[in-house]
């Protein structure tokens, strides 16, 4: 689901025109995506595991970003990684 989604920038780009995100593009977007899974899944699955997955996302990077103290510790621990494994794949939402 992220590769297809990040592939179809309507979709999470509030920079792209309003004219380019209309309710109706982004249906035919959405319908594209559930084809492209074979139609395992229904448009509003697909849109519930969009949103968590974005929502995950959102949270890894907050607690990436917290105050980290300063010292022999702090190299230690801003080298952790984030606890939510798809964090790489759904870097492209750090561009918009």
């Given at each position: 689901?992220?590769n ?5 920038r ?11 995100r ?12 559930c084809?492209?899974?074979g ?27 917290t105050?980290?103290p ?5 190299e230690a ?8 494994r798809f ?10």
């Amino acid at each position: 689901i992220i590769n297809l989604i990040s592939q179809k920038r309507a979709l999470f780009d509030h920079w792209i025109p309003a004219s380019e995100r209309s309710t109706l593009k982004k249906t035919v977007l959405w319908q594209e995506i559930c084809n492209s899974l074979g139609g395992t899944l229904s448009i509003i699955e697909i849109k519930k595991r969009w949103r968590y997955l974005r929502d995950c996302f959102i949270k890894a990077k907050k607690k990436k970003r917290t105050y980290i103290p300063s010292g022999f510790a702090a190299e230690a621990l801003s080298t952790k990684r984030s606890s939510f494994r798809f964090y790489e794949q759904m870097k492209f939402l750090d561009d918009v």
